[in-house]
């Protein structure tokens, strides 16, 4: 089994920071790459970032030139780095591991809230 736990949520002002971390945690398994999406209230699950295996990232629109993804991947985690926070940004964020365990498949973690107040 393999388990992906979110920490770093909470309440901020506008224009504030947060820092969000994933550790990925079971056995047998290789991540291929690893992703943050958010879901706001009354609205559809969007991709925010994704890291690869080889430190490749891409970022949504949205977030761009204000996110920043980085991971250690001997240490299986990942993080999301938030600054210039808006309150669109309020959403509960989710981890979300690519890996291979004997067929490639995904994972997702419990979630994270983020509120961001005006």
């Known amino acids: 089994q393999v388990q992906l736990v979110e920490s770093g949520g909470g309440l901020v002002q506008a224009g504030g920071s947060l820092r969000l971390s994933c550790a990925a945690s079971?056995?047998?398994?290789?991540?291929?790459?690893m992703n943050w999406y958010r879901q706001a209230p009354g609205k559809l699950r969007e991709w925010v970032a994704t890291?690869?295996?080889?430190?490749?990232?891409s970022y949504a629109d949205s977030v761009k030139g204000r996110f920043t993804i980085s991971r250690d991947n001997a240490k299986n985690t990942v993080a999301l780095q938030m600054n210039s926070l808006k309150p669109e940004d309020t959403a509960v964020y989710f981890c979300?591991?690519?890996?291979?365990?004997?067929?490639?498949?995904?994972?997702w973690g419990q979630g994270t809230q983020v509120t961001v107040s005006s």
């Open positions: 979300n591991a690519d890996i291979t365990r004997g067929y490639r498949q995904r994972h």
């Open positions: 079971g056995s047998g398994f290789s991540i291929n790459a």
């Open positions: 890291i690869t295996n080889g430190g490749t990232t």
